[in-house]
């Protein structure tokens, strides 16, 4: 089944809302290393796509790129556009989630690659992002450009509350 990826302007975070909350509640169920903890309500995951992601795209701040296989919403990634005065050249990488049902088909591969590529067209010279260290994505980063800056020890909660975890901050010139 084809793969595409696409930007998800406000119109289509509100269209594909149960699709993105399906994503993020089961992939953080999974342990995926984004910033929430399991269980993840579908009320607490509603509010982040409508009440935090939603008002930035709406303004501009945040692009959201979703990957659809077939007609199924798959995974997003977030490019965080809006950057300090100084630092107009930069973008950050957030919330790389692609549905566990889906993973291993190139999914995240294809998103960076969108990502990467809408960067560009931005203007913006350098991307960065943090990853759990040692997660699975970490050599998708590497493999499609990013280096590493650094290693900050017991940076966050796994998802489940057991273990503290590294985070591995990395960069990729545009």
């Not at 100084?86 to 950050?92: I, L």
């Not at 294809?110 to 990853?131: C, F, H, N, P, V």
């Not at 998708?140 to 990013?146: D, E, H, I, N, P």
Request: glycine content about 8%.
């Amino acid at each position: 089944m084809e793969i595409s990826v696409f930007e998800l302007d406000a119109a289509a975070v509100r269209r594909h809302a149960e699709a993105l909350c399906e994503i993020l509640t089961d992939s953080v169920a999974e342990g995926a290393a984004i910033g929430f903890m399991a269980p993840l309500s579908r009320q607490d995951a509603a509010s982040f796509w409508l009440d935090t992601v939603l008002p930035e795209v709406e303004a501009g701040r945040r692009l959201l790129l979703g990957a659809r296989r077939g007609d199924e919403l798959v995974g997003t990634v977030q490019l965080l556009t809006a950057m300090p005065p100084n630092q107009p050249h930069r973008c950050e990488v957030a919330k790389m989630i692609v549905h566990p049902g889906a993973r291993r088909l190139g999914i995240g591969r294809r998103l960076m690659t969108g990502a990467i590529e809408r960067a560009a067209r931005s203007g913006k010279t350098l991307m960065t992002l943090d990853t759990r260290t040692g997660d699975v994505a970490e050599p998708l980063y590497r493999s499609v450009g990013f280096e590493v800056a650094g290693v900050i020890p017991d940076f966050a909660w796994d998802a489940d509350g057991r273990a503290l975890h590294a985070t591995t901050y990395m960069f990729r010139r545009v």
